[in-house]
């Protein structure tokens, strides 16, 4: 490009063969300004998407292994009931692939009762047709290290179906009879049709030496007991905590001050206010005006791409 400033009879104009340095200036301190906050997006994008689910299909409520596990297809584990259509076996859970449409791998945590409920299917493994009925809850067998666990009809039985959750490790955890139990998967993976599944179980949770096998990710959040996210301070700006603009009433200096102090120095008095005298405001060039419009288009850009990505991942 030839930078340089194109003067026509009344105002100056920018075009693609003709661009002044301050416009070509502009344009890069935009394109970097943008490359650094689509990056930033993105970072935080992907943060966001791994809260939303740690399974690929995004649905919600979900209760999910934290890490895939490596489920050879990327679609992370999920609590799910064993069997397949009419042959379910509510007496039996595994962990399973989770499934695109949710099904039987679809389960929700429930912050005031502390139980994981099925979403689409009752105690008796029956489906679910309407909002009206509740889904069967998760219980364990035994309070034992090892324990299976089961769908059962939630308030039967509170002492095998409460669960606590940990926000600060991810970890569903029962009360033992001896000790702390996790809702755990086994490290042995096996082929379950299609899919892949786990052995589902209650574990000492000192006895697991790794940490992912007991790390569940929860959808909606729950909300954590003794924090009040209501008081929490608001992202929006109100106009009446913005600084003003208006400049501040400067004294008049020559005016005495009955109740002002004399000093005697014999050094020579300095005037501690700004001058009033008015001072030049410079002109604008047409660099100016072209690196204004040019921070309008590229905010335009900047936000529409936002919104793009946020649209596609579902934001």
């Not at 009879?9 to 003709?18: D, G, I, R, Y």
């Not at 906050?37 to 740690?54: E, G, K, N, P, Y």
């Not at 690929?56 to 009931?81: A, H, M, R, T």
């Not at 399973?96 to 493994?125: L, M, P, W």
């Amino acid at each position: 490009l030839h930078l340089a400033t194109c003067k026509t009879a009344t105002h100056k104009v920018v075009s693609a063969t003709c661009l002044s340095r301050e416009s070509a200036a502009c344009i890069h301190k935009m394109l970097r300004l943008w490359g650094m906050l689509w990056i930033q997006f993105a970072v935080v994008s992907m943060t966001l998407r791994r809260v939303t689910a740690d399974n690929p299909y995004d649905w919600s409520p979900s209760i999910s292994v934290s890490d895939n596990l490596d489920e050879p297809d990327g679609s992370g584990f999920c609590i799910d009931i064993a069997g397949f259509g009419s042959n379910l076996n509510c007496n039996s859970l595994q962990a399973h692939s989770c499934k695109s449409q949710g099904s039987d791998t679809q389960f929700e945590y429930d912050a005031a009762a502390k139980t994981i409920r099925s979403v689409n299917y009752g105690s008796d493994c029956s489906s679910i047709s309407n909002t009206q009925q509740q889904g069967g809850c998760v219980a364990a067998n035994a309070l034992d290290d090892g324990s299976d666990l089961r769908i059962s009809q939630c308030g039967s039985n509170a002492q095998f179906e409460t669960f606590e959750f940990n926000f600060s490790t991810g970890q569903l955890t029962i009360q033992g009879a001896t000790a702390l139990l996790c809702l755990a998967v086994s490290d042995d993976l096996s082929q379950a049709g299609p899919f892949w599944a786990r052995d589902l179980y209650l574990a000492d949770c000192d006895s697991i030496s790794d940490s992912k096998y007991i790390s569940w990710t929860i959808v909606p959040i729950p909300e954590e007991p003794g924090v009040d996210r209501s008081s929490a301070p608001s992202r929006t700006t109100t106009l009446s905590t913005m600084p003003s603009k208006t400049p501040s009433t400067v004294p008049d200096t020559n005016t005495p001050n009955p109740t002002a102090t004399l000093h005697t120095s014999s050094e020579p008095s300095t005037n501690y206010y700004p001058s009033m005298a008015p001072t030049a405001v410079p002109t604008s060039s047409s660099g100016d005006h072209s690196c204004h419009h040019l921070k309008m288009i590229w905010n335009c850009i900047l936000l529409t791409s936002f919104l793009t990505l946020a649209w596609v991942l579902g934001l």
